[in-house]
């Protein structure tokens, strides 16, 4: 079989788009359609491109970041049809947290390594302006060396209405308590007939677009995400890519892009309104693959999210496009929440191993990029700063004791390595 074998089933519009895009020639909405419906030879051929130009935009390091996600209300009224995290006030399971909690969870987080703390919650009714300062100001009186990564701009949006600033005034005031950059999630697809379906009462394209912008304005830089297999179309995946390369263009604030596929199992979206059972594998591997060569060269870092797609189909997207493994997280809820199975906590030797599986080389990052770390040899491997976990072994209860056979075998094995 010759090479030219591997190449004559790609069909000649994804063929053009492809070699444009690895010619270095900026994308239009168009082409993005193109291969947001990769299928077969096409969808095999689309990755590959964006493999090759992940190596030239990023080499081969991965990175990652050490993290600790913390959700301090799940009291919400806002009633997004794809949210099943949220909860009202008088629910038995609803939670708002005092600043003690909080401080005490990131104690344990600083002791297994976090350099970063997430934190996002509910549109609390009751909440305003003041309460989101409150959390910046005791977190980093608490925790002077930890970059705080908070507040989505739907939460932006629900201080600033109360607290008579101009915008930008507000976002100086938090991040002169300590905000050091804000999520850019509450995006979902930015394009009004799709968000008046799935989220309502969620601030629109255009008041996301002036926070976001507004926030790189006054030095906070953000991250970008999208989410995506619900009910949206191609079309609107592209003009929602457009749009967040323009803002980078203009301000050059984002720090990654992340496609965050919609988990449907305990939501209202799929279950009574009919949208479709979440993102499939094609899907998940596209999105990455299209984020790469649609936005490069204006973002050249590309998450993709282990959470919402398992380790393995993780590791395949290193293979596609995505640079970055993402947050350790030690306590995700969102996504658990809606029927999420991945995990809450991936420790970062777990990504170690993972990232070095496919080929790539590890290193641990902040918050904005820089590199802490890169772990070339796993031989100079940290120790796990974990808590201690007892294994849970089945079988025979003598077979789950370790014995001098096992550490006989132990030898083996370690001659087979």
């Given at each position: ?76 009224y806002t009633g997004c049809t794809y949210c099943g995290f949220s909860r009202h006030k008088d629910e038995a399971d609803a939670y708002d947290y005092p600043m003690e909690v909080l401080v005490e969870k990131g104690r344990n987080a600083v002791a297994r390594g976090a350099t970063e703390f997430c934190i996002q919650g509910g549109i ?294």
């Amino acid at each position: 079989m010759s090479l030219e074998r591997l190449l004559s089933d790609i069909s000649p519009p994804v063929a053009k788009v492809l070699d444009r895009a690895l010619s270095g020639v900026l994308l239009d909405r168009a082409d993005a359609e193109v291969l947001l419906e990769a299928q077969g030879p096409d969808l095999q051929a689309l990755l590959r491109a964006a493999d090759v130009a992940r190596a030239d935009d990023k080499g081969d390091v991965v990175t990652f970041v050490v993290v600790r996600n913390m959700n301090f209300t799940n009291i919400c009224y806002t009633g997004c049809t794809y949210c099943g995290f949220s909860r009202h006030k008088d629910e038995a399971d609803a939670y708002d947290y005092p600043m003690e909690v909080l401080v005490e969870k990131g104690r344990n987080a600083v002791a297994r390594g976090a350099t970063e703390f997430c934190i996002q919650g509910g549109i609390h009714p009751a909440k305003n302006h003041t309460h989101y300062h409150e959390i910046v100001t005791a977190l980093k009186a608490e925790f002077p060396e930890i970059h705080l990564h908070a507040f989505s701009p739907e939460e932006i949006d629900h201080g600033h209405k109360q607290s008579g600033m101009e915008l930008e005034d507000y976002l100086r005031w938090l991040r002169d308590a300590g905000l050091g950059t804000i999520p850019g999630t509450a995006a979902e697809i930015l394009v009004d007939e799709v968000r008046d379906v799935i989220e309502p009462n969620k601030l629109k394209t255009a008041r996301w677009i002036e926070i976001i912008k507004a926030a790189h304005r006054v030095g906070l830089r953000s991250t970008a995400t999208v989410m995506y297999g619900h009910v949206e179309k191609p079309h609107h995946v592209a003009e929602h890519l457009a749009i967040i390369r323009d803002i980078q263009r203009e301000t050059g604030g984002f720090t990654e892009f992340v496609p965050l596929g919609y988990i449907h199992e305990k939501n209202k979206l799929y279950n009574h309104l009919g949208a479709r059972p979440g993102s499939n594998t094609p899907e998940d591997l596209r999105m990455v693959a299209v984020s790469r060569l649609f936005l490069r060269p204006f973002i050249q870092n590309i998450q993709m999210s282990w959470v919402k797609m398992g380790t393995k189909l993780a590791q395949v997207a290193l293979l596609s496009g995505a640079n970055d493994f993402g947050g350790t997280l030690m306590e995700e809820s969102i996504s658990r929440e809606s029927g999420a199975d991945h995990g809450e906590n991936l420790p970062a030797e777990a990504m170690r191993r993972l990232i070095r599986e496919v080929g790539r080389i590890p290193a641990e990052r902040t918050t904005k990029y820089e590199i802490r770390r890169i772990f070339k040899d796993p031989a100079e491997d940290p120790p796990s700063l974990e808590p201690d976990r007892e294994a849970e072994l089945a079988g025979p209860a003598r077979f789950r004791q370790a014995s001098d056979r096992d550490r006989n075998t132990l030898l083996q094995i370690e001659e087979l390595r």
